[in-house]
């Protein structure tokens, strides 16, 4: 995922609410969201290239999901695919926390991610960059390609919207895959500085990214509580891919 925003236990029904986008090279290979005959409790899309997923819910309430973390100057074309962080994760029994450390513990040569992971009552954060672990409070929150609530200005109105979206009582996934469509570009002033030439600055500036390319593949929408949880996947018409949505409750 290149956006992921969600707020955690502040809403007064619902404990995890979500909205994201999936940002990718319209040519790499991917299924979207689906039950995994190898794993029948896991839910999520999957990278065909390399096997991994960027977002996945598991039926007993596991949640993973990931972005990369932009740094060009320090990106290893041979490093280990970083999909496989959330896909272990959801198909292991482990404890958030414990899971996090030992991933931290390992020391596998990963380019920069940050990666989220909960189960029924807890969310945990980590990033590679500072190698913090963080069990998250009750907030809103907004991740890209920095680390968490790093204010860029998609990440800024994307929270603001999605507070609004959390006064209502009931929530649809609808609202919230409505949200990550916009495609208003950031001024020039607000862009971060990432090390990639300002016209890329400019595109990836936008919730919803296109480019020739390479933009915004997916947009996910989950909704969940102590008992139930509502995902939903849009797929966008890219390069053959056709548009399509998939709606799963557990």
């Not at 996910?220 to 008992?227: E, Q, V, W, Y």
């Amino acid at each position: 995922m290149c956006l992921i925003l969600f707020a955690w236990k502040k809403h007064p029904k619902y404990n995890l609410v979500l909205s994201a986008n999936r940002d990718e090279f319209y040519n790499r290979p991917t299924q979207p969201a689906q039950v995994w005959p190898a794993h029948p409790s896991l839910i999520a899309g999957k990278d065909l290239t390399a096997g991994g997923t960027w977002m996945g819910i598991t039926q007993s309430g596991r949640f993973a999901a990931l972005t990369n973390y932009r740094d060009p100057k320090h990106i290893n074309p041979q490093a280990p695919s970083r999909g496989s962080l959330t896909k272990d994760f959801l198909i292991t029994n482990s404890e958030p926390e414990e899971y996090l450390h030992k991933i931290k513990s390992s020391n596998i040569p990963y380019n920069g991610f940050n990666l989220l992971v909960g189960d029924q009552d807890n969310l945990w954060y980590y990033n590679n960059i500072n190698h913090e672990i963080i069990s998250l409070p009750s907030g809103i929150y907004g991740l890209s390609n920095a680390l968490l609530n790093e204010p860029w200005p998609k990440v800024k109105v994307g929270k603001e919207r999605l507070g609004h979206i959390l006064s209502n009582e009931n929530l649809s996934t609808k609202d919230l895959l409505t949200l990550v469509q916009d495609q208003t570009i950031a001024p020039d002033h607000l862009l971060p500085q990432t090390g990639i030439p300002i016209e890329w600055e400019r595109a990836l500036s936008a919730m919803y990214i296109t480019t020739p390319d390479y933009g915004t593949r997916c947009s996910t929408a989950l909704i969940k509580d102590k008992t139930q949880t509502h995902f939903s996947e849009h797929s966008h018409a890219h390069l053959g891919q056709k548009e399509d949505q998939v709606d799963f409750i557990l």
